[in-house]
C-alpha cells in the first residue's frame, strides 16, 4: 500500500493507477476504522481494480464544541487494517495541505443540509460536502463508496454529484451492527459499559417502528410515537431527533407509501450516536 500524505503525491499516485486502464475506487474515511468502514472497503475491492483510502478528521464538518480535538486517531492501527484488506493508495493528508491558510471556499448542498443533522449541527453537511468534493477533485474516482448509516451524508453527496455533474458513481453499502443490534461507530469508542447498554435505544426504537409497519401501520406520526416510547423508557439518553422523511428529499412525510427513511439521534451522556432504517413501502 502507497501512502501519500500531500495533495500532489496522491494526485500523481492516482493518474498513474487509472492510467493502467484501472477502475479506481474511493472510501473516504476519518480513521479509528472499525467492520463499517472495512465493509466499504471490500465492495470497493469487488468492484474495482484498484482501492484509494482516505483518513482525514475533517475539522470542516466539526462545531466549535464537538469533538474533533478527542476524536480517537489510531493510525498504526488502521494502516494495518488496510494493508491487510489489500488497499492500494492510502491519503492520509495533515490539515494545512487540504485547508491552506485563507481557503474560504466551501460546497454546500442548499436546504438539504439544514436537514436531520444539519438541524442540530449547524455547519456539518457544508463541511463534509466541501471535503467530499475536494477528495473527488485529487483522487478522480470511478466510484465511490458510503455507508448507509448516514443516510442523510449519502444522499446529500448523491445531490452534490448530480448537481456539479461529477464523473464518479456513488455507491451506498449496508449498515453494520454489531451483534446485539448498535450500529458500529468510531464514537462507539467514547461509551462506558452502562453507556453502551443504553446506547441501544437507538436499534431498539426502530425496530419497534419496523414491528409496527410490519403489522399495517402506515401513518408516520403513529410510527414516529412509537419509537419515541422506546426512547422514553430509556432516560438517559437525550433524543434529539426521530424522523420519517423521503430518503431522496429529506421532507418529511406523514403517510408511508414508498421508500421511508426512518431516521434517529440521540445523546448518551455527550456522545452523539445516529441511526436508521429504510420502511419499505
Ligand atoms: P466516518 O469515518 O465516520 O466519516 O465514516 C466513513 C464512512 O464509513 C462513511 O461513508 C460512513 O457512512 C461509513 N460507515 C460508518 N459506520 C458504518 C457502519 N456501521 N456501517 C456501514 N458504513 C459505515
Same mark, same amino acid.
Given at each position: 500500500m502507497k501512502l501519500c500524505? !500531500? +495533495?500532489? *503525491?496522491? =494526485? *500523481?499516485a492516482c493518474r498513474a493507477v487509472r492510467g493502467q486502464g484501472k477502475r479506481l475506487g474511493f472510501v473516504p474515511t476519518m480513521g479509528a476504522l472499525h467492520e463499517g468502514h472495512l465493509s466499504l472497503v471490500r465492495a470497493a475491492k469487488a468492484r474495482c481494480d484498484a482501492v484509494a483510502v482516505s483518513i482525514f478528521v475533517n475539522p470542516t464538518q466539526f462545531g466549535p464544541k464537538e469533538d474533533l480535538a478527542k476524536y480517537p486517531r489510531p493510525f498504526e492501527r488502521d494502516h494495518e487494517l488496510l494493508e491487510?484488506?489489500? #488497499?492500494?493508495?492510502l491519503f492520509a493528508p495533515p490539515v494545512e495541505e487540504m485547508y491552506p491558510a485563507g481557503a474560504v471556499t466551501y460546497v454546500t448542498v442548499e436546504g438539504l443540509s439544514e436537514k436531520l443533522c444539519g438541524r442540530s449541527r449547524p455547519g456539518h453537511f457544508r463541511g463534509v460536502t466541501t471535503v467530499v468534493a475536494k477528495l473527488f477533485h485529487i483522487i478522480e474516482p470511478d466510484a465511490a463508496f458510503f455507508g448507509q448509516k448516514d443516510a442523510a451524508q449519502a444522499t446529500i453527496i448523491r445531490r452534490m454529484v448530480r448537481d456539479l455533474n461529477l464523473p464518479v458513481e456513488i455507491v451506498v453499502c449496508p449498515? +453494520? =451492527?454489531?451483534?446485539d443490534g448498535l450500529a458500529m461507530s468510531s464514537?462507539?469508542?467514547? &461509551?462506558?459499559?452502562?453507556q453502551r447498554k443504553? *446506547? &441501544?435505544v437507538l436499534s431498539r426504537s426502530l425496530k419497534e417502528v419496523q414491528n409496527l409497519?410490519? =403489522?399495517?401501520?402506515r401513518k408516520a406520526s403513529r410510527l414516529i410515537e412509537a419509537g419515541k416510547q422506546v426512547f422514553a423508557q430509556e432516560p438517559s439518553v437525550r433524543l434529539d431527533?426521530?424522523?420519517?422523511?423521503?430518503?431522496? !428529499? &429529506?421532507?418529511?412525510?406523514?403517510? #408511508?407509501h414508498g421508500p421511508a427513511l426512518v431516521a434517529v439521534a440521540g445523546f448518551v451522556g455527550n456522545t452523539r450516536l445516529i441511526d436508521n432504517i429504510v420502511l419499505q413501502g
Amino acid at each position: 500500500m502507497k501512502l501519500c500524505s !500531500t +495533495v500532489a *503525491a496522491m =494526485r *500523481a499516485a492516482c493518474r498513474a493507477v487509472r492510467g493502467q486502464g484501472k477502475r479506481l475506487g474511493f472510501v473516504p474515511t476519518m480513521g479509528a476504522l472499525h467492520e463499517g468502514h472495512l465493509s466499504l472497503v471490500r465492495a470497493a475491492k469487488a468492484r474495482c481494480d484498484a482501492v484509494a483510502v482516505s483518513i482525514f478528521v475533517n475539522p470542516t464538518q466539526f462545531g466549535p464544541k464537538e469533538d474533533l480535538a478527542k476524536y480517537p486517531r489510531p493510525f498504526e492501527r488502521d494502516h494495518e487494517l488496510l494493508e491487510q484488506e489489500g #488497499v492500494e493508495l492510502l491519503f492520509a493528508p495533515p490539515v494545512e495541505e487540504m485547508y491552506p491558510a485563507g481557503a474560504v471556499t466551501y460546497v454546500t448542498v442548499e436546504g438539504l443540509s439544514e436537514k436531520l443533522c444539519g438541524r442540530s449541527r449547524p455547519g456539518h453537511f457544508r463541511g463534509v460536502t466541501t471535503v467530499v468534493a475536494k477528495l473527488f477533485h485529487i483522487i478522480e474516482p470511478d466510484a465511490a463508496f458510503f455507508g448507509q448509516k448516514d443516510a442523510a451524508q449519502a444522499t446529500i453527496i448523491r445531490r452534490m454529484v448530480r448537481d456539479l455533474n461529477l464523473p464518479v458513481e456513488i455507491v451506498v453499502c449496508p449498515i +453494520v =451492527r454489531e451483534p446485539d443490534g448498535l450500529a458500529m461507530s468510531s464514537r462507539n469508542a467514547y &461509551l462506558d459499559a452502562q453507556q453502551r447498554k443504553s *446506547a &441501544l435505544v437507538l436499534s431498539r426504537s426502530l425496530k419497534e417502528v419496523q414491528n409496527l409497519f410490519d =403489522r399495517g401501520e402506515r401513518k408516520a406520526s403513529r410510527l414516529i410515537e412509537a419509537g419515541k416510547q422506546v426512547f422514553a423508557q430509556e432516560p438517559s439518553v437525550r433524543l434529539d431527533y426521530f424522523e420519517i422523511v423521503d430518503p431522496d !428529499t &429529506l421532507e418529511a412525510i406523514s403517510e #408511508v407509501h414508498g421508500p421511508a427513511l426512518v431516521a434517529v439521534a440521540g445523546f448518551v451522556g455527550n456522545t452523539r450516536l445516529i441511526d436508521n432504517i429504510v420502511l419499505q413501502g
